[in-house]
């Protein structure tokens, strides 16, 4: 049986443009805005913090735990990074 972990993305997609979809937001402005934060919610649905509808585990946030699987899932996908550097400042930080 295939769950949401077999393809986080698309599920991760799907819950970021659920979360910022809004009356008078365009296609192309809610394209762009999933792009640079789908990152968050894959990180997210990986760590256990929401569930593949978006909703918060519990009922609560658990920050530390959030914040804990955005932090790995950055550094394990560092295409992520990039991209939300891209679409954030318009090009990629410059790393020391």
Do not use: F
């Not at 192309?28 to 934060?37: I, R, S, T």
């Not at 593949?52 to 560092?78: F, L, T």
């Not at 679409?87 to 990629?92: D, L, S, T, V």
């Amino acid at each position: 049986m295939a769950s949401w972990s077999d393809n986080i993305e698309a599920v991760a997609r799907a819950v970021t443009a659920k979360r910022l979809g809004q009356d008078g937001i365009s296609k192309e402005q809610l394209a762009a805005d999933v792009d640079m934060w789908w990152h968050m919610s894959a990180a997210e649905l990986e760590c256990g913090v929401i569930d593949d509808s978006g909703e918060y585990v519990g009922g609560e946030i658990d920050w530390e735990r959030k914040m804990a699987g955005y932090r790995d899932w950055m550094d394990r996908h560092p295409a992520s990074r990039a991209v939300w550097e891209t679409a954030r400042y318009g090009a990629p930080l410059p790393r020391n």
